[in-house]
């Protein structure tokens, strides 16, 4: 067997729907079942979902506040008012700053942002911010992608003076701020269809509202912020990803054109992926390191030479990051193994002082990755006195739902139920470790720190081809809500395996089923080659895709989880090294049959038994084990008691022998017959001193000749004194088989047969005919999916 990393869930698909949208559609099974198992089981609403059908952004009026925003905002620009973007430093708040920005420059606005230092201010509009910009003339603040949980600071601003506009998508609390205007899709009786918009999904409609039409230019930067800040992208996200995808593919944006083409990206295969995994970060990488105004700048500016410079600063900073991120998590981890051991915390709370406050989510995530627990992680400022935060969740755990019930503690506080950020005084840290491991405590079970990977569909190999991938990505862009899917294949045979690349931790595999193949690539999984028998049935979890190499296009699978759901035989017979096979095999109970050969075999570093005779063999707890058959067995009953009704986990043979009968001469009748004529003839026969080269004569071993002997011994054919023979006067007939040397030899001769010399897939269904009682394939496969 093999277990799998993680629990498999896979979604089980309405058979009767799959079939309707296959016929109505035209569509493969494969994309009908993904359809199915997202909701949409009905031909009308696939089709709407696949061909963008009556598809249309929602009215930027039915938001709550948005007249009264607007009617202030265009009095801003009538009277020349100077008018303050209030942004947030990561991607979705420097699109959101940039996209109000633009609205307002294209409305002739006097208008300029403001995005707070991470590391000296926080997260969060403030008052020295505020105080600050009233100072310098403005009368009008609008925040994007931030400012819902503002308290303190609207009231400050109705104190000094100023109108105070929020837009916001993060979780409303309690209490919401006494701002003039307060836009946002989750607002208690919002009448607006669309509660999940990202921050730049807000100054989007904001925008629209604005300028009394969808503004299409400014799709490829609410993409980016919807997509970075991985919202669900189902809705009228999806439609903004969607189109602003398109709007990136022909990007007339300096700033962007500059970025893209440092991050290496192919602009005619711009997706969700590019995104997420070039832009999105490397526009984070500036807030997290330094001032997030040089994202904002590279987004704005018309000149494609400074473009240029700001890009390639954005990329040395996000180079930059990723050297700090791996360091801090290696630091990270250290402090859970060595102090807070997830043993005994459910919860993992961390800190330390110097740990840089921008990229404490990352680490977060990585701590989620290695320990599946909730994890926050604190930067520690001494001289204040106060720790920032940053939190990451599991499933089952609302991280939002669960600090809120520490609030005292967390004088700042904001977030989703998966990721949060706060601060809170140092001397309270233990006392937020405390109260989360008490809460996770009573909420969480044991199943639930096993990581989940959902998968959309059990599919069969002779269902993946180009067509039916192609047809997926009608489903792009992938992203939360929607994402990329995952599907399990199962009762694979194996027709390659190996590992690949420079250090061999890649796995490249070919799968194959009733004349049905498929390449699959499992990046990091190489050591799992060592785990899987060759001739073992596998199941895999993984996202499909295209292949295109030398002009060919193959679909191939990237592998993301393997499992063995039978117990694997594993062939080492003939194997030389005794060592190589040490070398392979861990944790494995090493059997020895025959007790010449324990010394042979043993080692400081497996456990080794006896097993020389059938009570032994019958004892021996075998159940989720695997184990070493060393040498080969006396016989074939100590085998069966030893694998009868029990149930192994993997058996490695390699049945060592000093001697081997199998491929020496077998005498026949004919041969016993010859040499008693033989002995007939010229006996008193010296055999001592004639017998290598009666052997030599005949063609024979001289081990046949004194096997042939002793069986005549044995019968009372022949006496033997010092090495002479000579015939007894046979009175009663006897058969060969009443030797025991003779039956001995046969049941040796056939047993080589079939332990040393059959093919794997004989001995593996010689062993599954003993043991008897183990679970079926489908029994194992339910307690894993």
């Known amino acids: 067997m093999l277990k799998p990393k993680t629990r498999w869930i896979c979604q089980q698909v309405n058979e009767e729907h799959k079939k309707r949208l296959v016929e109505e559609l035209s569509i493969t099974p494969l994309v009908a ?261 040089i994202a904002v700048d590279l987004l704005l500016t018309d000149d494609p030479y400074e473009a240029e410079t700001i890009a390639e600063e954005i990329d040395a900073l996000n180079k930059e990051r990723q050297a700090l991120v791996n360091e801090m998590a290696e630091d990270a981890i250290r402090e859970v193994e060595e102090n807070y051991p997830i043993e005994e915390h459910s919860v993992i709370v961390v800190g330390k002082p110097g740990w840089n406050a921008g990229v404490i989510g990352i680490v977060a995530s990585k701590l989620v990755d290695r320990f599946y627990r909730p994890a926050i992680v604190l930067s520690i400022d001494e001289e204040k006195g106060l720790a920032k935060g940053s939190a990451r ?31 809170l005084k140092i001397e309270d840290v233990n006392e937020l470790r405390s109260r989360l491991n008490q809460l996770a405590h009573e909420i969480l079970t044991e199943e639930d720190f096993i990581p989940v990977t959902k998968l959309d569909s059990e599919i069969e190999l002779k269902n993946v081809d180009l067509k039916a991938l192609e047809e997926m990505q009608m489903l792009a862009p992938f992203g939360m809500s929607n994402p990329k899917p995952k599907v399990l294949i199962k009762q694979s ?30 990046f990091g999984l190489g050591s799992l080659v060592d785990e899987v028998s060759p001739s073992a049935s596998l199941a895999v979890i993984g996202e499909l895709a295209i292949n295109e190499w030398n002009n060919i296009r193959k679909p191939q699978i990237f592998l993301q989880d393997i499992a063995v759901h039978e117990w694997q035989l594993f062939d080492y017979r003939g194997l030389k090294r005794v060592e190589k096979l040490a070398d392979s095999v861990s944790d494995a109970i090493w059997v ?45 009953d100590i085998l069966s008691a030893l694998l009868q009704g029990k149930q192994p986990a993997r058996i490695y043979v390699h049945f060592y022998g ?31 001193r004639y017998g290598d080269d009666l052997a030599k004569h005949r063609g024979w071993t001289r081990a ?32 060969l088989s009443e030797s025991i040397t003779y039956q001995q030899k046969q049941a040796h001769y056939a047993l080589e047969g079939e332990l040393l010399y059959s093919s794997v897939d004989q001995l593996k269904k010689w062993f599954d005919e003993m043991i008897t009682g183990s679970v079926t394939n489908e029994e194992a496969v339910e307690e894993w999916i």
């Open 33 to 293: 079942s993904l359809l199915v198992n997202r909701g949409f089981e009905t031909p009308e609403l696939a089709s709407s979902f696949l061909f963008d059908k009556d598809h249309a952004f929602h009215d930027p009026f039915t938001l709550i506040g948005m007249d009264i925003a607007v009617s202030r905002i265009k009095k801003a620009i009538e009277n020349q008012e100077p008018i303050l973007i209030f942004g947030d430093y990561d991607a979705d708040g420097v699109t959101s700053t940039s996209v109000m920005m633009l609205t307002l420059q294209q409305l002739g606005a006097n208008v300029q942002f403001y995005i707070p230092n991470r590391f000296t201010e926080g997260y969060g509009p403030n008052e020295k911010a505020f105080r600050h910009a009233v100072e310098s003339g403005i009368r009008l603040i609008i925040t994007v992608d931030t400012g819902i949980a503002a308290i303190h600071e609207a009231q400050i601003a109705k104190e000094i003076g100023v109108d105070l506009i929020i837009t916001d998508h993060h979780e409303p609390g309690p209490e919401l701020p006494e701002a003039l205007a307060i836009i946002h899709p989750k607002l208690e009786n919002s009448p607006y269809p669309f509660h999940d918009l990202a921050g730049v999904g807000v100054a989007f409609k904001l925008s629209h509202a604005l300028l009394g039409n969808v503004p299409e230019h400014l799709l490829q930067f609410a993409a980016i912020g919807t997509i970075a800040d991985l919202v669900p992208l189902v809705g009228e996200n999806r439609l903004i990803a969607k189109r602003g995808i398109q709007a990136l593919k022909r990007t007339e944006n300096h700033g962007l054109k500059a970025l893209l083409k440092l991050a290496g990206a192919d602009v005619s295969t711009i997706n969700e992926e590019t995104i997420g995994f070039l832009l999105g970060p490397r526009i984070n990488a500036a807030g997290r390191l330094e001032s997030a105004d």
């Open 393 to 423: 969740s599991i499933v089952g755990f609302d991280l939002f739902q669960n600090l809120s019930t520490c609030r005292d503690l967390l004088p700042h506080f904001g977030g989703h139920p998966m990721a949060a950020g706060m601060t």
């Open 493 to 522: 045979r194996i027709a390659q395996m190996k590992k690949i690349g420079a250090d061999q931790t890649h796995l490249k595999l070919v799968l194959e089923n009733e004349g049905s193949s498929l390449d699959g690539i499992g």
């Open 592 to 636: 020895v049959f025959n007790e010449k050969y324990v010394n042979k075999f043993a080692n400081a570093n497996h456990q080794l038994v006896l097993l020389d005779d059938l009570e032994k063999a019958e004892q021996l707890e075998m159940d989720g084990r695997s184990m070493v058959l060393s040498d080969l067995p006396p016989s074939k």
């Open 658 to 688: 000093e001697e081997n009968d199998y491929f020496s001469t077998m005498p026949t009748r004919e041969h016993f017959k010859w040499y008693y004529g033989f002995l007939m003839k010229k006996a008193p026969f010296d055999l001592k």
């Open 704 to 735: 046949t000749i004194d096997f042939m002997s002793q069986v005549f011994l044995e019968l009372e054919f022949i006496k033997e004194d010092n090495g002479f023979i000579t015939l007894n006067q046979v009175k009663n007939k006897k058969d």
